[in-house]
């Protein structure tokens, strides 16, 4: 594994018992400037593992609380008269830092969810006909609890596709859960981590060099056959955009960077597909009664694809 990485997984294992693959697949996804949706059930350390990976990298780090109350305002920020100068000016709001943590992402209103739209996607905030250019890195981290719909608002499927990764924590096993006690008994796991153990400019680095490992044409073609068999199966109302296309084959990228190879294999596209893709298709009636979950399916059209050699 890379060393950078290896660094980075192991500073956030001093917060997060286990979990491995969704440690590599959330770092694979900041390496690829994409965001993060992490659903799962309350208490099973999805702001945990976030706060874990901020405080791993040196960089600025945001947290909002995301109810029904909140204000566009509060994310994109807003422009307000200096006194002084009797000139507008522009207010920072969560947005504007290295690491956002929009924390139950479905609690919050439609208008304020738009108002992540342009920033997840051209890194910048327009207000009142000004561009504020975000921080780089930037990566938008939300978590939400799929179990309760009281006060909830759904995440509209334009929003979802802006997502790079959908993830899951999952409950613990036994032996996990025991370590986590004995983290817990004396303080906050999260004080464990004691400093960043990288910082921004490595991040961008290691970014620049994730765009530079090779795919070859066929690995290309293996990733169109999975997106494209989606798009014309009768199981999917909606199949994988061209959005959900470049996002698999920057995953792809990011995990053989991870593991220290130049270039991409079939196993590569394998092991992030189903995090990559599965929250962009939308199952028929005919695709819920055979599948029952987009994340099935994303498996059964990966079997049913043609894997090209090595």
């Known amino acids: 594994m890379n060393s950078k990485v290896s660094s980075l997984a192991e500073s956030i294992g001093k917060v997060i018992v286990g979990k491995d ?28 593992l976030i706060t874990a990976l901020s405080r791993s990298i040196g960089g600025k780090f945001n947290r909002i609380q995301l109810t029904p109350d909140v204000m566009p305002s509060d994310i994109a920020g807003f422009t307000m ?76 499927e334009a929003q979802m596709d802006r997502f790079f990764m959908k993830l899951s924590m999952g409950y613990p096993s036994a032996e996990e859960e025991i370590k986590i006690l004995e983290r817990t008994e004396m303080h906050n796991p999260i004080k464990n981590i004691e400093s960043p153990v990288v910082n921004v400019d490595d991040i961008l680095e290691m970014q620049n060099d994730v765009r530079n490992i ?67 298709i939308i199952l028929s009636p005919q695709g819920k009664t055979a599948f029952g979950t987009p994340e099935k399916y994303i498996e059964s059209v990966l079997r049913s694809c043609e894997v090209p050699m090595a």
Do not use: W
């Open 21 to 48: 693959d969704t440690v590599i697949k959330l770092i694979s996804a900041l390496l690829c400037e994409g965001h993060v949706l992490l659903e799962d059930v309350p208490g099973v350390g999805k702001t945990q």
């Open 81 to 156: 008269l200096d006194s002084n100068s009797g000139e507008f000016v522009y207010r920072d709001g969560a947005i504007m830092c290295n690491f956002l943590l929009a924390d139950e992402i479905n609690r919050a209103s439609p208008k304020v969810q738009s108002a992540l739209l342009e920033a997840m996607e051209e890194r910048q905030v327009s207000l009142d006909g000004v561009t504020h250019s975000l921080p780089k890195p930037f990566l938008v981290m939300a978590t939400q609890n799929p179990v309760e719909t009281y006060g909830t608002f759904h995440l509209p």
């Open 214 to 280: 090779r795919v070859t044409d066929s690995v290309k073609q293996y990733i169109v056959n999975i997106t494209t068999a989606t798009r014309s199966d009768r199981n999917a109302v909606l199949g994988i955009s061209p959005r959900g296309s470049i996002a698999l084959y920057k995953a792809s990228k990011a995990f053989a960077y991870i593991y220290d190879r130049e270039y991409v294999t079939p196993d590569d596209v394998k092991q992030t597909a189903v995090s990559v893709l599965s929250h962009r």
